[in-house]
């Protein structure tokens, strides 16, 4: 599985502008927004990739690949300035 999606139905004025589900009375109280702290990115990160939620398993390309590897061989590493 590479990606997977949703299909989402937005509500649109008169003028045709879509309404962001935030905005729209309907959904409003049915959204949650979850925070991830500055400092627990990293621990998030690495419980997805053992998860099997990585750059590979989203984009099956070679830069997924790349950003993959990266990411699993140093990104515990300085960034070089």
Known sequence: M???GAFT???????KR??????NTF???RLVKIGI???SVSKV??????SGVNSVSQFP???GLASHLQFRYFHDVEPKL
Do not use: S
């Open 45 to 50: 990160r690495d419980q997805l990739n053992a």
């Open 18 to 23: 879509f309404i962001p589900f935030e905005l």
């Open 27 to 29: 959904y409003k109280d």
């Open 37 to 39: 702290p500055a400092g």
């Open 9 to 15: 139905c937005h509500m649109r004025t008169k003028a």
């Open 2 to 4: 590479a990606q997977t």
């Open 61 to 63: 390309d070679l830069d």
